[in-house]
């Protein structure tokens, strides 16, 4: 059943730490390779850089939220086919709606678990 996902690249971008090293230490125990962002402007930094395979975007972040850096991701031509995973500790008909307008792929509520997580990659990469 378990893929694997050794060389993966999964960007983390959350302004929460806790949320960023619980799916860091998850991902990299199925051997993925993970590049954290501490909030939008970094994420975009780093993206060009690390031209991750996909990428998992907190919705409620300071300066940049998730809505504004996934229209951001997906309006680069580079990027648009990179899915985006939006995360909430909402869960909100309105905020999927929304994630949806500026292009994101899929919705995960917050707290998530492994299973959800591996989940959303196995759906999305092929």
């Known amino acids: 059943m378990d893929t694997s996902f050794d060389n993966l690249k999964v960007m983390v971008i959350d302004d ?6 619980t799916a860091e230490t998850l ?7 993970v590049i954290t962002a501490t909030g939008g402007f970094d994420a ?9 395979d996909i990428i998992f975007v907190d919705i409620m972040m300071p300066r940049l939220d998730g809505y504004q850096t996934c229209a951001l991701i997906k309006n680069n031509s580079a ?3 990179t899915p985006v995973i939006m995360l909430s500790s ?20 917050k707290p998530f678990g492994k299973d959800e997580l591996l989940g959303a990659i196995r759906d999305y990469v092929k």
């Open 44 to 52: 975009l930094a780093k993206i060009a850089d690390s031209k991750p």
């Open 16 to 21: 929460s730490k806790t949320i960023r090293r």
């Open 79 to 81: 990027f648009k086919e």
């Open 90 to 109: 909402k869960d909100g008909l309105f905020d999927k709606a929304k994630g949806r307008i500026v292009g994101s792929d899929q919705y995960l509520t």
């Open 27 to 33: 991902l990299k125990k199925v051997g993925c390779e």
